[in-house]
């Protein structure tokens, strides 16, 4: 699987942002495609994931109420609404996906795919 991030950019706060993430190769039934960001001298961090199939999602308590992930399965695309940004908000946001697995969504090493990353900043 290949993933492919887009849709970042500079914005004020409060404002909002829509990141894409394409997919190429054969995504099971069950995967989980998902969200992490990394801000400047911080680890990376879990933002949101969502099942392929179910549509189920998780969410990190500080994306919870601003942000949605969704997916459109006919387009292999899965996207992060986010809305009301903050200044803390900025960072590289990575797409990435798992295959099935019983795992939290929240643990990094879990997941077996990773795309470039893709810059988001909120200015004040």
């Known amino acids: 699987v290949q993933l492919q991030a887009s849709g970042g950019g500079l914005v004020q706060a409060g404002g909002s942002l829509r990141l894409s993430c394409a997919a190429s190769?054969?995504?099971?039934?069950?995967?989980?495609l998902g969200w992490f960001r990394q801000a400047p001298g911080k680890e990376r961090e879990f933002v949101a994931a969502?099942?392929?199939?179910?549509?189920?999602?998780s969410y990190a308590e500080s994306a919870r109420g601003r942000f949605t992930i969704s997916r459109d399965i006919a387009k292999k695309t899965a996207f992060l609404q986010m809305n009301s940004l903050k200044p803390e908000d900025t960072a590289v946001y990575y797409c990435?996906?798992?295959?099935?697995?019983?795992?939290?969504?929240?643990?990094?090493?879990?997941?077996?795919?990773w795309g470039q990353g893709t810059l988001v900043t909120v200015s004040s």
């Open positions: 990435t996906a798992r295959n099935p697995k019983t795992l939290s969504y929240t643990m990094r090493s879990s997941y077996d795919y």
């Open positions: 190769g054969r995504i099971f039934s069950n995967s989980a």
């Open positions: 969502i099942t392929w199939s179910t549509g189920g999602t």
